[in-house]
C-alpha cells in the first residue's frame, strides 16, 4: 500500500469574530456587574452616549462588521444580537432589572451553546501526495456549462491557496427549493441569513496553479446530485486530483421543484414524475457529452492549462452522486468512450430500462449507502442495480455493486461537513460520528478500484475484485481498526 496521508481527527472550522464578539460582550457584562457590586449603579454610564459606551459601540460595529464580511451569518449571530441589545437595556437601566440581568446570561449562554454544538469540520485533506490546483471554465454549448477542474499542481508558493466552495445565487435556490421534498417551509430571508456563512466557506485547492508535469493525465468527468453543485463534492475530487488525476465536473441546471413534480407528487402521478426527471436527465447527458468533445480537444486543454499536455482520452471515467450518479449510468452505457463508470448512490429512478438491461463490458462501481434505497423502496433502486448486474452476462467479474454500511445518503459529498449536526437533526444523516471514516474509506475503494480494475486491465478481473476488496479491509483496519464497510451486494 503506498504511503497516503490519512486524516483521522474532525478539524472544527474556526471562527475568530465570532470568538471575539462573544468575549466582547462577556468582558463588558463582567465589567458592569463588578462595577455594580463594588462602586454602585452610578458607576455604570446609563446614556448610550457616554464616551465609553460610544466606544463600545464603535468596537462593536466594527467586530459585527467584520463577522458578517468575513464569516457570513448563522444562527448564533442571532443571539449575539439578543445579547447586545440586552446589554444595552441594562445599562439604561442600571442593572437594576433582575430579569434583564437574567435574560443576559441567558443569551450569552445560549450563544457559547450554539457555537459548541453546531461546529462547521473542515473538508478532509486528500489523502495522495500531490497539493490540488483548480480551474474554472465555461462550454459554449446551449447549456453555457460551467465547469470546475481539480488538478495535481507544484507546490510553489502561491499567492492565493483557496478559493469559494460554493458559487453564485444558483446553490443557494436549489438548497431552499430541495427543502420542498421535506415539507420544511422557512421563509426565504431568514433561510438565507442562517445559511450565509455556508457562502463563505474557503477549499484548499490552489486557484489557477500550475499543473504537475506527467506524460500522460488520466481524466474522469464528474456529475453532481440535484440540488448540488459542481464543487460539492470536493472530499472526493481534490483526493483524486491529489493522486495524479484530473476531474473535470460540470454544473447542471435543472429546476428542483418545478409546478409540476410538485404536482405529480401530490396526485401520484409517477408516470408524469419519471418523465420530467427523465427529460432533465436526457439534458444532463448532453451536457456531459458536450463536456467530453472539449476535454478530447488539445487546443482547448493546453489554452485551459497554459502548456500542452496529454490527457488520456481513451479511457475517461464517469462519475456521479445520486441523479448524477444515474447520469453517470446512462451516459456511460450508451456511449462507448468511456472506459468506467463510479455511481456513488445512484438515483436509478428516471433511467430507461432498456438501459438498465444491456450488457456493459467496462468495469462499475457502485458505492449504495445504507438507506437510500430502503427509505425510498418505490425507486426500485436495488432491483434496478440488480438489472445492471444481470444484464453484464459473462462480464459480471469486473462490476462491483455493493452497499457501505454506516453511510447516509448525503454522507456522499461535502454537506455533511459544514451541517453536521442540523444534518442529524434533520434526520438526513443517523451518525455525524463517523463521517471522516466513512469518507476516507470510499476515498480509498475508488482509488484502489481505478488502479487494479480500470487502468491496470487485469487479466483476472474475478481476482482483481477480491484484491481490491481485501486491500480495502485492510485500510479501515490500519487506520479505524475495523473491517471495511463495503459489502457486495451481488455476486
Not at 453546531?118 to 483548480?134: A, E, M
Not at 430571508?189 to 508535469?213: Q, R, T, W
Not at 468511456?338 to 455511481?343: N, R
Amino acid at each position: 500500500m503506498e504511503k497516503l496521508k490519512v486524516q483521522k481527527q474532525f478539524r472544527r472550522k474556526v471562527y475568530p469574530f465570532e470568538f471575539l464578539i462573544s468575549m466582547f460582550l462577556v468582558v463588558n457584562t463582567l465589567r458592569d456587574l463588578y462595577l455594580v457590586q463594588k462602586l454602585g449603579n452610578e458607576q455604570v454610564e446609563s446614556s448610550l452616549m457616554d464616551s465609553n459606551n460610544i466606544r463600545t459601540l464603535i468596537i462593536w460595529f466594527i467586530l459585527f462588521g467584520l463577522k458578517i464580511k468575513q464569516e457570513g451569518t448563522q444562527i448564533s449571530l442571532v443571539f449575539s444580537l439578543l445579547a447586545s441589545a440586552n446589554l444595552a437595556l441594562l445599562k439604561v437601566y442600571q442593572y437594576q432589572s433582575k430579569i434583564l440581568v437574567f435574560t443576559e446570561v441567558l443569551f450569552l449562554i445560549l450563544h457559547m451553546l450554539i457555537v459548541i454544538k453546531l461546529p462547521v469540520y473542515q473538508i478532509p485533506d486528500p489523502q495522495g501526495q500531490n497539493k490540488v490546483g483548480i480551474k474554472q471554465m465555461r462550454i459554449q454549448d446551449e447549456f453555457k456549462t460551467e465547469v470546475s477542474v481539480y488538478y495535481p499542481c507544484l507546490d510553489k508558493n502561491q499567492k492565493h491557496r483557496y478559493t469559494k466552495w460554493s458559487h453564485g445565487k444558483e446553490y443557494w435556490r436549489s438548497m431552499y427549493e430541495s427543502m420542498k421534498f421535506g415539507n420544511v417551509i422557512i421563509p426565504k430571508f431568514f433561510f438565507s441569513f442562517f445559511m450565509n456563512y455556508v457562502d463563505k466557506i474557503l477549499i484548499n485547492c490552489f486557484p489557477n496553479a500550475e499543473i504537475i508535469k506527467q506524460d500522460s493525465y488520466r481524466v474522469i468527468i464528474f456529475s453532481h446530485g440535484l440540488a448540488a453543485h459542481r464543487q460539492s463534492y470536493t472530499c472526493f475530487l481534490n483526493d483524486l486530483a491529489s493522486k495524479g488525476y484530473i476531474i473535470f465536473s460540470l454544473e447542471h441546471y435543472e429546476q428542483i421543484c418545478p409546478f409540476e413534480i410538485m404536482q405529480a407528487i401530490k396526485t401520484g402521478d409517477d408516470t408524469q414524475a419519471k418523465k420530467i426527471r427523465g427529460s432533465q436527465l436526457n439534458h444532463r447527458q448532453m451536457q456531459v457529452e458536450n463536456l467530453l468533445k472539449v476535454v478530447s480537444n488539445k487546443d482547448m486543454m493546453a489554452k485551459l492549462f497554459e502548456q500542452e499536455v496529454n490527457l488520456d482520452t481513451n479511457n475517461i471515467v464517469l462519475m456521479g452522486h445520486s441523479f448524477g450518479g444515474v447520469t453517470a449510468v446512462q451516459a456511460g452505457m450508451e456511449n462507448k468512450k468511456f472506459k468506467a463508470i463510479i455511481g456513488l448512490d445512484p438515483w436509478l429512478y428516471p433511467q430507461k430500462d432498456s438501459v438498465l438491461t444491456k450488457k456493459y463490458n467496462n468495469p462499475i462501481l457502485i458505492i449504495n449507502t445504507e438507506t437510500f434505497a430502503e427509505k425510498n423502496s418505490y425507486y426500485r433502486l436495488n432491483e434496478k442495480c440488480q438489472e445492471i448486474y444481470d444484464s453484464s452476462g459473462d462480464k459480471k467479474d469486473n462490476k462491483l455493486i455493493g452497499k457501505y454500511i454506516g453511510t447516509d445518503h448525503i454522507t456522499q459529498g461535502d454537506i455533511c461537513f459544514i451541517i453536521p449536526t442540523e444534518s442529524k437533526l434533520l434526520n438526513m444523516v443517523r451518525n455525524n460520528n463517523n463521517l471522516l471514516e466513512v469518507t476516507q474509506g470510499q476515498r480509498f475503494l475508488i482509488s484502489e478500484f481505478l488502479e487494479k480494475m480500470v487502468f491496470s486491465s487485469p487479466s483476472n478481473q474475478k481476482q482483481a475484485k477480491q484484491e481490491i476488496l481485501e486491500s480495502h479491509n485492510k485500510f479501515t483496519l490500519q487506520y479505524f481498526n475495523k473491517e471495511g464497510n463495503y459489502k457486495i451486494q451481488f455476486e
